[in-house]
């Protein structure tokens, strides 16, 4: 047991640190070859970003470990908003553009509402796959366009931010060692993490969806957490929210569509039977609540941090009850 807690730590660490090359490679790649910030935000940073949920996912579904892999984009997009965006605002409240509360967080409700839709036969096939996929590729050009109309604005949201906070690494040859080290880690890390995590499942006797919701979900977070914990102590509010509402959408169509795709994702027991649908309520739930309390003042206060990380606490708690 004290072995697996020791790989699954290490399989996390590989995960962190190779998504932080590869967007670092990749994104000095690009910037010599004269490509674009808005490019790069839109393309290497967003994907970047995701790439250790998008792994994991992947990895997860090759290895017909299902409910991992929908367990993890479920349970990241939970704690991305009512963990990270609750405690960011506890340290300091959280400010976002308008847009944020206009456009992004009804496109990322949108998604969650229809991921909820094609899961009740508790399958995702390649079709939905193709669908989701087609999503990602669809506001990603709708990223790029607003983004090119407002340049100077936050309109872009979570993808054209932080581009700036990436290291420029002006050698070619560390260029393609980063992204190339990058890309093994990402790799070699999900292995790790997700063998580790199924035999840390087995001594502990809890399920693939319980792994999932929560260790998985939590590990695959650490970036985002630790980015948006160190923005809200610099008090750089525009990093926190729009970063996280577009991480969500990126988890659930780039993802799942792209798990999917590789091999149907199935549901064990049923959607309904498993008390998957309870989670994916739970998901919508707490994607809504930012934007009740943001609607107006465009702030999430420390009043509304810690609904949200209590919010958190008690879906952690129903989780360990049900186990």
């Given amino acids: 047991m004290a072995l697996d807690v020791v790989f699954f730590c290490i399989g996390l660490a590989m995960l962190y640190f190779g998504a932080e090359w590869l967007v670092k490679g990749s994104s000095s790649f690009a910037r010599g070859l004269g490509v674009s910030p808005i490019v790069i935000g839109l393309t290497v940073v967003a994907f970047g970003t995701s790439a250790s949920e998008l792994v994991v996912s992947v990895v997860s579904s090759i290895k017909g470990k299902s409910m991992i892999a929908v367990g993890n984009v479920v349970?990241?997009?939970?704690?991305?908003?009512?963990?990270?965006?609750?405690l960011s605002a506890v340290l300091q409240p959280l400010t976002c553009d308008r847009s944020v509360i206009k456009r992004d967080i009804?496109?990322?409700?949108?998604?969650?509402?229809?991921?909820l839709l094609v899961s009740f036969n508790s399958y995702l096939g390649r079709v939905e796959g193709v669908t989701l996929f087609g999503g990602i590729l669809l506001y990603t050009f709708f990223n790029y366009y607003s983004a090119k109309k407002e340049p100077l604005t936050a309109s872009a949201g979570v993808v054209t931010e932080g581009v700036e906070e990436v290291e420029y690494v002006a050698s070619r040859s560390k260029q393609i060692i980063l992204i190339v080290v990058g890309i093994v880690g990402v790799v070699a890390g999900a292995e790790i993490l997700i063998d580790a995590?199924?035999?840390?499942?087995?001594?502990?006797?809890?399920?693939?969806?319980?792994?999932?919701?929560?260790?998985v979900a939590f590990g695959t977070s650490l970036p985002e957490l630790a980015t948006s914990v160190v923005a809200a102590m610099r008090k750089e509010m525009d990093i926190s929210v729009g970063n996280l509402v577009g991480s969500n959408v990126f988890n659930i169509l780039s993802v799942l569509g792209i798990a999917s795709l590789v091999r149907p994702i199935s549901i064990p027991g049923g959607f309904m039977e498993s008390g998957m649908w309870i989670d994916y309520l739970v998901m919508f739930f707490t994607s809504f609540l930012p934007w009740l309390m943001m609607r107006r003042s465009y702030t999430v206060t420390r009043i509304d941090g810690t609904?949200?990380?209590?919010?958190y606490v008690g879906y952690i708690g129903y989780l360990i009850i049900g186990v």
């Fill in 75 to 86: 349970g990241s997009n939970i704690c991305n908003i009512s963990l990270i965006i609750g």
């Fill in 197 to 215: 995590a199924v035999k840390i499942m087995q001594v502990l006797g809890v399920s693939q969806k319980f792994i999932g919701l929560t260790i």
């Fill in 307 to 311: 609904i949200l990380l209590l919010c």
């Fill in 106 to 115: 009804p496109i990322m409700l949108g998604i969650s509402l229809y991921l």
